[in-house]
């Protein structure tokens, strides 16, 4: 801990260090961001260990990742961050002070094991007697008083529940104390009050999931069968109490019907209150029912029952398409009552079809897929950090400054100001460093601490000695394969010296355990048997930076991608595979040679592409965090549609933000506007790029250290519904232009998803049904005789735009669904247009006589194929900027040093574009505020003497990393070049390899194979 002495000469410093409040995916990020922006961080968690409700997911929508496999590597890198101070069994009590100098108020509660001697043998748990249900398997299964909330958990060490210890209760037992082999129990452990000096806070403590018990009709509390969408989950999971093993809680039988309850929670004002979409259950339930068929033996039946599917975010229409074709059922109905099967096992639900016709329907189990409500403590945490909540305990915020609590230095992230799905919780956590960051960018580098570097071991001329740690991920891998056979396997390869098989060889305990291993048995190559190199890779490489050992003396088999998940139902083969892919992974482990990092300065500047709002926020932050900053728009004027636009979701005013934008743009010396400019050519590359732009006044040279691309997006032109055939057919910013001008029509109809969700477009365009429910409002509030019909496929009005949603319907606004295959009809008539749509309800037409008909026109991307293609940049089968990850770097690009924000990512209101330009501003800034950076090592080089200087290799290197020298033979930018190998596999001589995956060392690789 900092001291007061050490952190302040005077009460007005502002002090380089933040608090983050809540130690899940958000607050982890929020961490992370910061501290590798050059501040000390204070990561606050209330429970004995970090990881939050991510931890207990099975997999991820929509990808489909293992949630704790991607989720691990950053539990490490946030435990081993030399900026990350972690405080568990940690609560925010009161907040002193004011922005950049608060003292936060804090109280520890004892953990009675001295994380200083526990080993994490498990001993204290093996011999403790008491039993208490189990919180983080969501009460499905008992742990210990003596515990570790999961196998990965960071710190891992253990903590004794006091509440539960029978000792401490009746001063009894102590055999946890007896059998600690480290002597790390202490009882003596006392509850403390810690004070912190900060000056900034971001409060991320994530959600508490909605309590069906009260609901009588769905039997929550009757029926085992009936489970909520967490304990499915968990039940679901590989590390879960039926290890990953599809089974119902009253007889563990396989089910082999599953029904889905949506909108438990959510949507609904008569038994919760809960009047807003909790915007994440459409698509776990998807994900789930997807994700049952590959846990199931046999053929399963999946049936959701529905409201309004709302698969609003990027590929999530994909998702509930595919879900169709593999035979997911559908059904738009809410069940009347659920009452137990035949003795007791099972769920009989009562339902109403569309037809109209009653039906009783046995499944097996029904999962309620229950809704996302503010934390428990969330009254607490605000009366202490004294902010303000809404009405349903949320943390308020305005839709301009989006993680902004009402307390100026205070910030919130995650679902603690609404309910918010991985990808935004982390597009927030960004955002929130980023907000928090610009308040303290004088302190930036005042208490950070620089790590001591290693001496790295020579192992030149050294024998092999292979160390091949073997992980059973719980019973992701041992489910299937026999992972102490392919340990006993490795044992007897050529050159392998030591073996293992771990739980979790991610898991903090084992990284440390591995570095030791590799010291003590002088180990000087690494094999670990696992899942992807994609995510893990990084993280056992820094294992053996700090053991001593060059990274590149690794090597990774995925035996779990590879072997157990695509071989799930063949044990047998899938452990013969395994130990294929483990020797092919020696033998190349073997032949491998340690690699040199080159090291890059960096330019601390930064260039914008986009002057819409995303790039406009970027470029303020980035400058409010003391980088000179380029912002290049190809319009003479600044706000990009924004423009077009009269007001947020929450009533905010546009015009008068883009105002307030621009001034602030106008005034900032360390910002260049570059109006009526495009970009001609990008050259270089992270921390050093060169980019040429076309200006009114001539070419002019940016050079600069990080780009965030912000192209934003475009309304498209309907081909469809009269539009062009007569005036009174417009698009949503037409008509928002119109009534701008002072139109007062007496009968306007809405039909929405013009153009998306269509084979064509095969995605939702996500702000639409908000756009057309607050247009519909304004035209009843202005004339309440106005007649207003909304005709849609699925009304999306995600978070709290349900609210608008009711509100318009309580106006008299008509609702009228309909169908892909039955489309409403559009026959211009004269000065009206005629709009004709089956109402499913009354199975009869509807006809109204429209002066305006508002189409709701796909949201479709700039063409950014040349802007891509100069900055090295993806992009995916829509044309819309394609992301590191999904779920954990949305604003991140595979190319270093580029970044995006707003529409060109994927439609989205002005809230969230705001959100991910603060967010990537954030990343870039922790590329900016470093003096210098290391480039990977897998790099390609040039045999010379091979090279024939024919120019295949120039011509196809994606990355443009290849050019001729003066003699005409190609030579490569080791700095550009990102490994692929393209050349490599395409030169006729020969002439070029590739450091790590060398010609020599893939052949072994197949010499083992076979």
């Not at 949201?859 to 950014?864: A, K, S, V, Y």
Request: include cysteine; hydrophobic fraction near 40%; charged fraction near 20%.
């Amino acid at each position: 801990m900092i001291s007061e002495n050490n952190l302040l000469n005077r009460a007005t410093d502002i002090v380089g260090a933040v608090m983050v409040v809540g130690g899940g995916i958000a607050g982890i990020q929020s961490a992370l961001d910061l501290a590798n922006s050059g501040y000390l961080v204070y990561l606050v968690e209330k429970s004995p260990g970090i990881g939050g409700t991510m931890a207990q997911l099975d997999k991820t929508f929509p990808t489909n990742d293992c949630a704790m496999c991607i989720l691990s590597p950053k539990l490490v890198e946030c435990g081993r961050h030399m900026n990350i101070e972690l405080m568990t069994l940690t609560e925010l009590v009161d907040v002193t002070g004011e922005v950049g100098n608060f003292t936060a108020h804090l109280r520890r509660k004892p953990r009675y094991v001295d994380v200083t001697k526990c080993i994490a043998c498990g001993l204290c748990a093996e011999k403790c007697p008491k039993k208490v249900k189990n919180e983080f398997n969501a009460g499905l299964d008992m742990r210990k008083a003596a515990y570790i909330i999961y196998g990965q958990t960071v710190p891992l060490k253990y903590a004794i529940d006091g509440d539960n210890c029978i000792y401490i209760q009746k001063g009894k037992c102590r055999a946890c104390e007896k059998y600690c082999p480290a002597g790390a129990i202490n009882f003596n452990d006392k509850e403390e009050m810690i004070d912190v000096q900060v000056g900034a806070i971001i409060l991320a403590p994530g959600f508490s999931a909605f309590d069906p018990s009260g609901l009588a009709s769905l039997a929550y509390t009757a029926i085992p069968d009936v489970v909520t969408s967490l304990e499915y989950e968990r039940i679901l999971s590989a590390s879960g109490p039926f290890l990953g093993h599809l089974a119902r809680p009253s007889d563990h039988a396989e089910p082999k019907k599953i029904a889905w309850l949506q909108c438990v929670g959510s949507r609904s004002q008569n038994n919760c209150d809960n009047g807003y979409c909790s915007s994440v259950c459409c698509m776990y339930a998807i994900k789930q029912a997807v994700m049952s068929a590959e846990h199931s033996s046999g053929k399963l039946e999946q049936s959701i029952f529905f409201m309004d599917m709302r698969t609003h975010g990027k590929n999530f229409e994909r998702g509930y398409e595919d879900a169709k074709a593999k035979g997911v059922r559908f059904l738009r109905a809410r069940p009347h009552s659920f009452v137990p099967g035949p003795e007791g096992k099972g769920v009989s639900v009562r339902y109403v079809d569309e037809s109209g016709q009653e039906i009783v329907e046995l499944f097996d189990m029904v999962i309620l897929s229950v809704g996302l409500t503010a934390p428990k403590d969330a009254q607490a945490l605000a009366e202490g950090a004294g902010i303000e909540l809404d009405k349903h305990r949320f943390a308020t915020c305005s839709d301009f400054t989006p993680v902004s609590a009402s307390r100026k230095g205070i910030y919130v992230c995650g679902a603690f100001d609404g309910p918010k799905d991985i990808p935004q919780s982390v597009v927030a956590a960004s955002a929130a460093a980023c907000c928090a960051g610009g308040d303290l960018a004088a302190a930036r580098g005042a208490l950070a601490r620089t790590p001591e570097s290693v001496a790295v071991v020579d192992v030149t001329g050294e024998p092999p000695r292979v160390g091949v740690f073997i992980c059973s991920c719980g019973s992701n891998i041992a489910g299937v394969v026999d992972v102490k056979a392919v340990t006993e396997y490795a044992a007897t390869l050529p050159g392998v010296v030591f073996t293992a098989n771990n739980m979790f060889t991610c898991s903090q305990d084992v990284q440390d355990k591995m570095a030791e291993v590799i010291r003590e048995k002088g180990l000087n190559r690494i094999v670990v048997a696992a899942c992807t190199p994609r995510t893990h890779e990084p993280l056992f490489q820094e294992t053996m930076e700090a053991a001593g050992l060059n990274k590149y003396l690794f090597e990774m088999a995925n035996i779990r991608n590879q072997a157990s998940w695509v071989h799930g139902h063949e044990p047998d083969k899938a452990t013969e595979k395994s130990k294929d892919l483990v020797r092919m992974a020696v033998a190349k482990a073997m032949l491998l040679h340690p690699l040199s990092e080159p090291k890059l300065s960096i330019n601390p500047v930064a260039l914008v592409i986009g002057g819409g709002v995303a790039g406009m926020i970027a470029a303020l932050e980035l400058a409010r965090q003391g980088f000179p900053t380029h912002i290049v728009e190809r319009q003479a004027e600044l706000g990009g549609n924004a423009r077009s636009l009269g007001h947020t979701a929450k009533g905010g005013d546009i015009a008068a933000f883009l105002a307030e934008l621009r001034f602030k743009i106008a005034a900032d010396p360390r910002i260049t506007v570059h109006a009526s400019a495009e970009v001609k050519v990008a050259e270089g590359f992270v921390g050093n790029f060169k980019t040429t732009l076309i200006t009114p006044e001539g070419e002019k040279v940016i050079e600069h250290g990080a780009a965030v691309i912000a192209t934003g997006a475009r309304e498209s032109k309907p081909t469809e519904y009269a539009y062009g055939r007569h005036p009174g057919v417009m698009t949503h910013l037409e008509l928002e232009r119109a009534l701008a001008s002072g139109i007062e029509p007496h009968c306007v109809v809405f039909i929405q998803c013009v153009g998306s969700r269509e084979p064509d477009r095969p995605y939702c365009s996500r702000v639409c049904c908000t756009h057309a429910v607050m247009s519909a409002i304004a035209l009843k509030e202005k004339n309440p005789h106005c007649q207003v019909a909304i005709l849609y496929r699925d009304m999306r009005t995600y978070g709290d735009r349900e609210e608008l949603y009711t509100k318009a319907r309580k106006l008299g606004v008509i609702f009228v669904r309909y169908s892909l295959d039955n489309k409403p009809r559009v026959k211009p008539k004269g000065p009206v247009v005629e709009v004709t749509v089956r109402d499913h309800i009354l199975d009869t037409d509807l006809v109204f006589a429209a002066d305006v008909v508002s189409l709701a026109a796909a949201i479709e991307p700039n063409d950014n194929e040349a802007l891509a293609k100069m900055f090295k940049i993806p992009l995916d089968s829509d044309g819309w900027l394609f992301e590191a990850h999904q779920k954990l770097r949305p604003v991140d690009f595979a190319t270093d040093g580029v970044f995006m924000a707003g529409m060109a990512h994927y439609p989205k209101p002005v809230e969230e574009s705001i959100a991910q330009a603060q967010a990537a501003a954030a990343r870039a800034v922790t590329v900016l505020s470093k003096k210098e950076i290391t480039t990977p090592g897998t790099v390609a080089y040039i045999d010379t003497a091979r090279c024939t200087g024919c120019g295949l290799c120039w011509e196809i290197c994606p990355y443009g990393a290849i050019s001729p020298d003066e003699k005409g033979m190609a030579k490569v930018n080791e700095v550009l070049c990102k490994g692929c190998g393209t050349c490599v596999g395409s030169c006729r001589s020969g002439a070029p390899n590739l450091r790590g995956f060398a010609k020599t060392e893939v052949m072994a690789q197949i010499t083992a194979l076979f």
